[in-house]
């Protein structure tokens, strides 16, 4: 099975409302990370939180992690019609070969 | 100065034909990667290449050969296609984990059809 799942996979909201998406994984990590990608186009990296890290901000994107369940969260403050578009969760593996698990991403939708 | 391109952009071709995507970065990164994002989103990984050497190699059917003629450029190559190859291809750079991080660099993707 997938090292990340994510939920919800879809999410629709009002403008100006926060938006909150969650991952979770399976196995030790380095880092998360978390992508954007609107449609028709490819990822693009937003943020990203070491193992040793708790919570991470940029401008209106807030990243929380927490090893001990194996779980993070993307929490987008303020929501614009331009934040519609697809996220992902991706994890760097402390094992193995340096790569990247994607989860299965959450789409989000916001209505003007 | 666009930072990882791909070409095509788009590819229909038929069952059994041969077909190539080339990937090109100009962010100085040391490694690339090929993902496929099927119908569904979800994205996963095909190939990595570090400097050249292949790394990864995801239980990919050998119909698939990459080649990495310098740590710019990743092509991959497809042979005798079939109808679930049909997806997006992703091509990805990124530089091996750095104190920064190892974010990765996303082209504009290919989509593939085959019919």
């Known amino acids: 099975s997938q090292q990340g799942e994510e939920d919800p996979q879809a999410l629709s909201i009002q403008e100006g409302e926060n938006a909150t998406m969650n991952c979770s994984y399976k196995?030790?990590?380095?880092?998360l990370q978390w992508y954007r990608q609107n449609s028709g186009r490819g990822l693009v990296h937003l943020i990203l939180?070491?193992?040793?890290?708790r919570e991470k901000h940029s401008g209106r994107l807030r990243v929380t992690l927490d090893t001990s369940k194996k779980s993070s969260s993307l929490l987008i403050t303020a929501s614009r019609a331009a934040d519609t578009a697809s996220y992902f969760c991706?994890?760097?593996?402390?094992?193995?070969?340096?790569?990247?698990?994607f989860g299965q991403g959450t789409r989000l939708t916001i209505n003007p | 100065d666009t930072a990882v391109s791909q070409t095509p952009k788009y590819l229909v071709t038929q069952m059994g034909n041969d077909k190539s995507i080339k990937c090109e970065q100009n962010?100085?990164?040391?490694?690339m990667y090929w993902y496929k994002q099927d119908s569904k989103k979800f994205l996963k990984i095909m190939f990595s290449?570090?400097?050249?050497?292949?790394?990864i190699n995801e239980t990919v059917p050998n119909r698939f050969s990459p080649k990495s003629p310098d740590k710019a450029h990743l092509n991959l190559h497809i042979n005798s296609l079939e109808l679930g190859d049909s997806a997006v291809y992703f091509c990805?750079?990124?530089?091996?984990?750095?104190?920064?991080?190892?974010?990765?660099?996303f082209g504009p993707g290919t989509r593939l059809t085959v019919t």
């Open positions: 990805a750079s990124s530089q091996t984990r750095t104190p920064r991080g190892n974010e990765q660099y």
């Open positions: 196995t030790s990590i380095n880092n």
């Open positions: 939180i070491r193992s040793n890290e």
């Open positions: 991706a994890t760097d593996l402390l094992q193995g070969a340096q790569k990247l698990v």
């Open positions: 962010l100085g990164h040391d490694t």
């Open positions: 290449y570090n400097n050249k050497e292949l790394i």
